[in-house]
Each structure stands twice: as C-alpha cells, then as structure tokens.
C-alpha cells in the first residue's frame, strides 16, 4: 500500500479523493503564546466535510464510510478535523485538510478478521500450575488444625 510522501500515513488506491470544494473552512483565534501576533489574527483552522452530501461517494462507498467513522461523525454527517499547531493560517488549512483526508484513508482500508486461536497444550499446563500454586498459597494462609 502506498504512503502519503509527506506524512508517511496509509493511502489504499480506492481511497476517494475528498475535494477541497466540498469542505467548510472555519478560522478562529489560536490560544496558547504568542502575543500581539496571536491576539489579533486568526490562525485556527476547522476543516468540515459532510458524508452524506458528497458528490463524490456513492451509496456503498457513503454507508461504508458512515459506519467506519461513526464515532468520529457529527449527527448531520460532518467529519471535523482542527489544525492550530503552526502561525500559519494556510498551513493550518491544510494540515486540517490533511487530518480529513487521512481519516477517510484509514477508514477505507479493511480491518483485519480476528482468526480464533486455542490455547496450546503448554499453556494449559502452565495454567494449571500456576493455579495449582495460588491454590497451596491460599490454604497455607488459613488455620493450622490440632489433630
């Protein structure tokens, strides 16, 4: 699979491109150091792209996409992604940007199936010594009787 040259991140070649249009950029004033510069400009970027109006996506690819990244989905259908790390508002638009395109890319690839495993025979056996062990541990703690 190849990876994003940028961000070294999984990029599956069914991932649908998310197109920059459809996405609501938002801008607000980052927190954090910085003085004058921070206080006066708007340099934090919200990035929202809605699932179910993408022109992009049809009905399979949307319900797949709608139950990979339900946790994250807002109940309209919005992904949000937040970039305030730089002082740059056109670098933070695009590390939103990013964050989107690289949550659609994860949630594009197919999650392994769990292959049911039984324990070994060793593992039984270093099982039922250590319960063997707990076992004397425990009746060793109680009253010594008078016999």
Do not use: C
């Not at 990876?3 to 801008?27: C, I, K, M, S, Y």
């Not at 400009?41 to 049809?58: G, Q």
């Not at 919005?78 to 740059?88: D, E, N, P, W």
């Amino acid at each position: 699979m190849p990876l994003d040259r940028r961000h070294g991140e999984p990029v599956p070649p069914e991932a649908p491109f998310v197109p920059e249009r459809e996405v609501e950029f938002r801008t607000a004033r980052s927190g954090g150091p910085g003085g004058q510069h921070v206080n006066k400009t708007e340099t934090k970027v919200e990035a929202r792209w809605n699932l179910r109006s993408s022109a992009r996506l049809d009905a399979a690819l949307r319900a797949r996409l709608t139950e990979a990244l339900a946790p994250r989905l807002h109940p309209d259908g919005t992904l949000r992604a937040v970039a305030s790390g730089t002082r740059s508002q056109a670098a933070n638009r695009e590390e939103a940007l990013r964050k989107i395109r690289a949550m659609v890319a994860k949630a594009m690839v197919p999650r392994k199936r769990r292959r049911p495993t039984k324990p070994t025979a060793a593992s039984k056996a270093r099982r039922g010594e250590e319960k063997k062990k707990r076992s004397d541990q425990k009746r060793l703690r109680g009253r010594i009787s008078e016999k």
